[in-house]
């Protein structure tokens, strides 16, 4: 038993490649091993193998990162800070059947943005830029801005988000997607299909942004559980008031987790409360009348999510979407010489989406989509009689090539029923999408 | 009242001290998973985001591994740009400060190496290269090595009253590696120069172990799947010195090996690459025990 302590003297020596260099010591192990080696035969051998390997290679020290890793190369000075920087370069060739100026959502408000089938032919997208860096050790930022193909340059998202807040809290301030449902944060370059479903469309023009704070709180637990909270302006449904206070609230809660080791889900349900002043854009009736002019009052919106996505193999991934977005408005419409109508206006109007993508090969993917809205009708005193309400609906199909994970090329086709009046709009879009600069990691 | 108040004190005691018992440990592959509890043992509750069924390059950030990220003691990646299209966001999203880079609990295994293939030209028309070299480093077993030192200063770092534990086990592992690897290298002596065609550069370290002679790769460029006519040359290439062995992964697709491994006549052996990656790489020992025994049996 005594004889195990030279061993175990050896065998803290060889974990310790640092001293091993002493030539002298490694030659009295040499004869200690020696006399070892009848007693421990081929336990020894293995042994002195590794000692003639630290001897012969000391070009491997393991506790101490090599002199010259590349991180360490790199240009130093005053760019040594430089933010990751990645810009995404995207456009599309567009074909409608029916003139792109008079498309509209039947039934449902103008919400402005970027809502429609957008210009005919050739037509530059968003170039997106983005820049991002930790800060120091509590905050980091990032800053992405899209230039237009009208040469403006327009703030999609510029925030700072806590890095070291306790408890699984993290915070954001600035200016971000509001964290609701399951495309919103998504960005553009990422989305699966060429434009957003006509539920986001409607409800938020396209996109929902927030200029405020936003607190999520991540559960201890093997389940995901997200729990969200923000405070801030943001646009369509709600304008500016010009008052000190906020005009936009959002609640969510995101849960998740795994089916299996090929499949996973997450599901969600959220609440925005917005309030809009004078927000100019009413509905008309059957006739092409405006029923009014601008809206004074609360919009609540719920919005369940779910998405799944099974992948049976490295190079095959089918993914399953839907959300469902119901608001309703209470308020006071006026028309357009500030004439108040009604005090007492409540809608409901509500729009889901389906879609699912497959991706076949590593480098096709197709999809399909089904978007589907209800504008129900307004009720107010005095509201006309036999107003109807509108039913726009969309049927999408989408097929994608990806040469590597920087580049995509897409075709879509619509058949777009969104104006509701009985004659489809067939679309063709052709896409592309290529990143370059800093490598970007998706969210799920 | 004051019985279920008691009750609920205990349960909240109850429900925080096995947390404490083990440091919970988010490993970003099965090896560095299957590594971390050789060397942690029963301290250690390690869970795995990824199986060596999946191509590490293309995880996706899924909630189940943000909620595992949130409560994680400590993250153990490979590092040099392996993941990072996926767990910058985990990270990010997990609400976690103690595993951010930098901060106690991130660990990457390529802090303790010097890596393979650093490119001294850094251009995407080259393909998917890291620019901090190639990040594939499991499959030689002195990288294992060197890496098992590091991470057990690591958990040392994390847990500093249980230093003496974690040395013991690390010095018993090494023990068990050196042997290992002696057994490996005498048995595997005959595949010196031996000649490879491999499916991607994340063989390269498997090559490098050896002394394969890596002649041609399947991939034209890093991540870049072949074509036809890519193949074709391919084909023609190695018509005259033709290759013993075309090696690939469980995880690869099997089809461009097969489909060269007729035309060339040599063997196409599917490798583990990763714990799990065949029935008998059950852990670290099994996964080189099968892969030197796989390319024996196939020359």
Known sequence: MLSLRPMAALLALALMPAIAGAADEVSALRAELQALKNEYGARVDALEARIQQLEAAPA???????????AQKSSGGASAFNPAISLILGGSYTSTSRDPADWNIAGFPPSGGEVGPGERSFSLGESELTFAANIDPYFSGVLTAAITG???????????????????FTGKVGRFFSGFGYLNEIHAHAWDFVDQP??????????????GVQLKWLAPTDLFIELGAEAGNSGYPATRDGSNGLDAATLFAHLGGDVGDNTSWRAGLSWIDSKAQDRAGGIADAFGTALFDSFTGNAHTWVV???????PSPRRQLKVQGEYLHREESGEIADSLRVLLADDYRSTRSGWYLQSVYQFTPRWRMGARYDSLDSGTPHYTLAPDGLLSASPDRVSLMLDWNPSEFSRLRAQYDWDDARDDGDTDRILRLQYLYGIGAHGAHKY | MKNSLRLLVLLMVAGVLPAQAALKVLATTPDWGALTTELGGERVNVYVATTALQDVHRVEAKPSLVARARSADLVVATGAELEVGWLPVLIQESGNSRIQPGAVGY???????????????????????????????QLDPHNIAAVAHALT???????????AYYAARAQAFDARW?????????????????SVVIMHRDQAYLCHWLGLNEVASIEPKPGVPPTASYLGQLVTKLAGTPPKLILLNAYNDAKPAKWLSERVHAPAVVLPFSVGGSPEAKDLFGLFDDTVNKLLAAQ
């Open chain 1, 198 to 211: 006509l539920a986001y469309q409607a409800m938020f023009g396209g996109q929902s942004r927030q200029d």
């Open chain 2, 178 to 194: 050196a042997e290992a690897m002696h057994r490996w290298e005498t048995r595997a002596a005959p595949l010196k120069g031996v």
């Open chain 2, 107 to 137: 660990f990457e295994a390529a802090s303790a190496l010097r890596l393979l293939e650093v490119p001294s030209k850094l251009d995407r028309a080259m393909g998917d290269i890291h620019p901090q070299g190639n990040p594939h480093v």
């Open chain 1, 305 to 311: 999510d779910g998405v799944l996505k099974w992948a």
């Open chain 2, 153 to 163: 200063a690591k958990l040392s770092a994390l847990e500093p009253a249980q230093a």
């Open chain 1, 60 to 70: 491997m020290p393991p506790s101490a990162p090599p002199p010259d890793t590349p």
């Open chain 1, 150 to 168: 009208d040469n403006e340059i327009e703030v999609e998202e510029a925030f700072v988000r806590t890095t070291a807040l306790p408890d699984g």
